[in-house]
């Protein structure tokens, strides 16, 4: 058994490693035991659900663990019983700008290295020190509008940053498996409808076109290294946790704020705009499914189904007892509630400028391979989103002090 590595009171200060007995077999020490463990390893897969909790003794490192998937993903590892390392650049104060890990840090299996997808060095140290079994890079410039107005950064970040990890791991991890975080924005002008596997890439972004260079350069290290290494090409997926600049957390943040009596209407950009959305704490699981199989694979992670931005706007406005009726076209279009007053309008600035009309993935193969399903609808998607951001306004009100404002 490979040793696991003692906490480090700081990042790597202590590089030595304490083998320790297999967890599983302290815990099933009897032959009744053995056998029902036994029983739980060859349980087959249950649509929809996670695979059994079984206490893994492996090491993970994340990227972006302090963005939305890597929050939801480390929780999933460690209720796995996994020793998770997450590479966060180095800040001044330390909680800055980790609000959806905080509650993680008093668990002694959880631990944050420094590093940066823009430093070779720090990757390589990191990786070399930590010795990780699966890696999950999930760090990116990910907000597309902001790639066309740093169009180099993130070409550095989201396609050089996934090279970089690669490398890392080639060179100090080589048994390492490696996941890297695709984006249904490599499809862009889309070929065909739904897009799989197959269907050919026309990115449409800066950040596609990263996102591209990263799925091709990780098919490149698994061809020519024989590396485990695999991408899963992830449609849109919200939570409560996405940051309040991409458009679904606009647009549930300022339905809540306007039920409250903090804003008038919502600015928006392209309404007709169509995605596949799905819920970002099923599709981690499926991130971790795709690094559990005997051979790498690529696989679209998706619903199946597509809606419009403006059928978002519309449910999340009714949930909380505004009924919009739509008019007008493009840069026209606004939405009244029942009362008459105007709840949305569409300002140009916020329409892109190569726009996706049209995403949505065909999951079959996950299904087909993997047992993998997603069990969150988008209706409860976006009622779990409005119902969170109410709950934040109102904490506002209560504490006297101004909930958030989502950027423009």
Not at 242 to 260: D, N, Y
Not at 335 to 342: K, S
Not at 358 to 370: Q, R, S, W
């Amino acid at each position: 058994m490979i040793g696991m590595a003692r906490r480090f009171s700081t990042p790597f200060t202590c590089t030595a490693v304490v083998p320790q007995p297999s967890t599983c077999f302290e815990i099933h020490s009897s032959l009744e035991n053995l056998l029902l463990f036994a029983q739980v390893l060859t349980r087959p897969i249950q649509k929809g659900r996670y695979l059994p909790q079984v206490m893994s003794g492996k090491t993970a490192m994340v990227t972006g663990i302090t963005g939305q998937d890597g929050s939801y993903l480390a929780e999933l590892l460690l209720d796995k019983g996994y020793e998770v390392y997450g590479l966060v650049r180095r800040v001044s104060q330390p909680t800055s700008g980790r609000s959806l890990i905080n509650h993680l840090l008093t668990n002694e299996k959880f631990h944050l290295v420094n590093g940066d997808l823009a430093d070779q060095n720090s990757i390589d140290n990191a990786v070399a020190q930590s010795q990780p079994d699966e890696f999950y890079n999930l760090g990116a410039m990910s907000f597309v509008p902001e790639s066309w107005r740093s169009p180099m950064m993130t070409a550095d970040i989201t396609g050089l940053g996934a090279l970089r990890c690669l490398e890392a791991i080639r060179k100090h991890a080589p048994h390492c498996r490696f996941y890297q975080a695709g984006s249904s924005e490599q499809y862009g002008k889309v070929r065909d409808v739904p897009q799989t596997e197959a269907t050919p890439f026309h990115p449409r972004s800066p950040y596609g076109c990263a996102k591209v260079f990263a799925f091709e350069i990780t098919r490149n290290y698994r061809e020519s290294y024989d590396m485990f290494a695999c991408t899963g090409i992830l449609f849109n997926h919200e939570s409560p946790r996405r940051g309040l600049e991409f458009v679904t957390r606009k647009v549930t943040m300022t339905a809540a704020r306007i039920a409250k009596g903090f804003d008038e209407c919502l600015w928006i950009g392209n309404v007709d705009a169509k995605r596949d959305w799905g819920f970002a704490g099923d599709y981690v699981e499926m991130q971790w499914r795709m690094l559990q199989q005997d051979t790498p694979g690529d696989y679209v992670v998706a619903t199946g189904r597509t809606h419009s931005v403006r059928d978002m706007i519309t449910l999340a406005f009714s949930h909380v007892g505004m009924n919009l009726v739509w008019s007008g076209e493009g840069v026209d279009t606004i939405a009244t509630d029942q009362d008459g007053t105007i709840r949305v309008r569409t300002n140009p600035k916020f329409f892109r400028p190569a726009e996706v009309d049209l995403l949505i993935g065909d999951p079959a193969l996950a299904e087909k391979e993997l047992g993998w399903v997603p069990g969150t609808s988008f209706e409860e998607l976006v009622q779990m989103m409005v119902d969170s951001d109410v709950a934040i306004v109102e904490e506002a009100v209560k504490g006297g002090y101004a909930p958030p404002i989502p950027p423009e």
